[in-house]
């Protein structure tokens, strides 16, 4: 008796043709599109894909001499020695300290300042200020840190100077720890608010004319037309802002944190990013470093699907 060889049925891959032919249609229809989004694709496969195979030292003793194939594989030994290291617990909550610092003060600055300059009226007037605003975010911190003790330094520091003029002590700004915190996220504000508008000044520009119109014939001034028309309008752009954000909540900015540090504020100072550079980079455990960053990366990935199901079940847009 002759076996029956079963053919393939029809249905089931008729579909999968189906949906590649729409795609292609569909690259073809908007070629030009995919053309330009092209240097971020790439950017995104070579810069943020193909470096997760270095991921794979987290589970690794890194030999530089056997290579990343060579090495030892130790398991879970680096993320046990980060989460029993003693000072784990303080480098957690100097980071969401100071996360949480930049959410509550610094998050809503530039919707603040976004909404302001979209009250000016005199177009080039409001053009001056954009620009001035958006100046110190191409400062490197170097710049920003040293401007900083120019201003606040106990020796050299103009404010202190001041204050010992009119009779007043030394108030040691950058080596207190209680200011520390405050100091990271006012630095963080005057750098950055201004180019935080950008996207919510374009947001603000694709609201209907017509409506703030109507507003005037209802007779609602300013701040009522920015309570019910203008924040509605970019509440989603708010929401999708915050969600990534939350992200980045266990990112603090390194450079900033390094450049700030000192013996008398490491206590406060001390988060995962300067962690990882004096391990992994100063010590050469090259595993531990990348451990720390792949511990990061699952914290951030965690909180933004959190944030995203809680939004969508308020019945706002999320990110997906």
């Known amino acids: 008796m002759s076996q029956v060889t079963a053919l393939p049925d029809a249905s089931l ?16 229809q908007y070629k030009t599109i995919y053309l330009l989004a092209l240097p971020g694709i790439l950017y995104f496969i070579l810069f943020k894909f193909v470096p997760m195979w270095g991921l794979l030292l987290a589970f690794k ?14 398991g879970f030994k680096y993320f046990h020695e980060l989460f029993t290291d003693r000072n784990f617990y303080i480098m957690l909550r100097n980071t969401f300290a100071i ?20 009250e000016i009226r005199h177009e080039v007037f ?13 400062l490197s911190w170097v710049v920003v840190v ?50 935080g508008t950008i996207i919510f000044l374009a947001a603000i520009a694709g609201v209907d004319p017509q409506r703030y119109e109507a507003a ?15 924040l509605p309008a970019i509440r989603p ?11 980045h909540m266990a990112d603090v900015g390194f450079e900033q944190l390094l450049l700030m540090m000192n013996p008398l504020v490491n206590s406060v100072a001390e988060v995962f990013d300067t962690y990882a550079y004096s391990i992994g980079i100063l010590k050469g455990q090259v595993s531990v470093g990348i451990t720390v960053g792949m511990f990061k990366g699952v914290v951030g990935l965690v909180l933004v699907l959190m944030s995203n199901y809680v939004v969508k079940k308020m019945g706002q847009e999320g990110i997906y």
């Open 99 to 118: 996360n949480l610092f930049s959410l509550a003060f610094m998050f809503p600055v530039p919707i603040l300042l976004a909404l302001m300059l979209n």
């Open 237 to 247: 752009t708010i929401i999708i802002l915050l969600i990534l954000r939350l992200g």
């Open 61 to 74: 003793q890194y030999n530089p001499y056997a290579g990343f194939s060579g090495s030892e594989w130790v």
């Open 216 to 230: 005037v014939v209802d007779g609602a001034g300013r701040w009522r037309q920015i309570w019910h028309i203008t």
């Open 126 to 138: 409001k053009r001056v200020n954009q620009s001035i605003v958006y100046v110190p975010h191409f």
């Open 146 to 195: 040293s401007m900083t003790h120019f201003i606040l330094s106990s020796e050299v520091g103009i404010i202190n100077k001041v204050l010992m003029q009119l009779g007043f002590e030394r108030i040691a700004f950058l080596s207190n720890p209680n200011y520390f915190w405050g100091l990271i996220t006012a630095q963080s504000m005057w750098k950055e608010a201004g180019w």
């Open 13 to 28: 891959t008729m579909p999968a043709k189906k949906s590649r032919s729409r795609l292609w249609i569909s690259v073809k």
